[in-house]
């Protein structure tokens, strides 16, 4: 039996980042900034915040700037010394003491699921959490602690859900489900991206999940898809028919930081929530002749 409570968190960053060509030709996604902090470390924080001391970060080639990114530097830190400039070395230490830190590299692209499966060893017998770096959750009760909340009550696998137009419903996973309670759906099935008409519902799955260690199971049962990838949503719906699942609509704004235009979205919210930025952002956006 999984233990009631959430410690550790698996990070899948292996992707290619295609949606962000050329920027990300030789640099990771994941390190692309939001104002001054890389999206990774966004996620990072939510995960520490909700609870989490362990995260697995899946990386692949190319990636080594996220291992030093939560790495100690021995020369900056020391220049940030010399130099006096002590609010911004305590700032770059606590990156380093946010939690403990694995790295597990995938080696070949075969999708999400794939990922996730990458992480068996360490997870054991477990539950554990998924985030994905692309969704950036600003909320008052962090997204992953809102379903933490769930998970410690229902002991159940937990998906986070946003309802969404039914426009975008083809660029999603999409749960059939019936409802429980206020924000929370049994879910009887999962679409992964219908095409509109055919959508169960309007409310897709976004980047955060609490899984149950059941899901290697599954994932190991789960074929391989379109460009030999496995899909997470594929196993996620295995499981959803044989034992409860839960979708948790989530409280809070959430940005598409992996397509450019969420990404520009956040930057400018982001900005001007800033306490040094936010007044003189904000007098430079309404100077401008839209």
Not at 49 to 64: C, D
């Amino acid at each position: 039996m999984p233990s009631s409570s959430v410690t550790k968190a698996v990070i899948p960053a292996a992707g290619l980042g295609t949606r962000f060509l050329p920027a990300t030709k030789a640099s990771p996604k994941e390190m692309l900034p939001l104002v001054d902090k890389p999206l990774i470390q966004y996620v990072v924080e939510e995960a520490v915040a909700s609870g989490i001391r362990e995260i697995i970060i899946i990386t692949g080639r190319g990636k080594r700037a996220i291992e030093d990114h939560f790495d100690v530097s021995f020369e900056l830190e020391e220049n940030l010394r010399e130099n006096g400039k002590k609010g911004l070395l305590k700032e770059i230490q606590e990156i380093t003491e946010l939690a403990e830190f694995c790295y597990v590299r995938q080696r070949h692209a075969r999708g999400l699921g794939h990922a996730v499966l990458c992480a068996r060893h360490l997870i054991g017998n477990e539950p554990f959490a998924v985030l994905l770096g692309d969704d950036i959750l600003d909320a008052q009760v962090p997204a992953l602690r809102q379903m933490i909340q769930i998970y410690e009550r229902l002991r159940c696998p937990v998906v986070g859900i946003q309802p969404v137009p039914k426009s975008e419903v083809h660029q999603y996973g999409v749960i059939k489900a019936a409802p429980v309670e206020p924000d929370l759906y049994r879910i009887e099935d999962l679409v992964e991206k219908p095409v509109s008409q055919k959508a169960p519902s309007n409310l897709a799955v976004i980047g955060r999940y609490i899984l149950t260690p059941d899901i290697f199971e599954a994932l190991e049962k789960t074929p391989p898809g379109k460009n030999g990838e496995i899909q997470l949503t594929d196993a996620l719906r295995i499981l959803a028919h044989q034992r409860a699942m839960y979708g948790k609509q989530l409280q809070g704004t959430r940005y598409d930081a992996g397509d450019k235009l969420g990404f520009l979205k956040a930057t400018v919210e982001f900005g001007l929530k800033r306490p040094d930025l936010g007044e003189p952002f904000q007098q430079y956006l309404k100077s401008l002749k839209l």
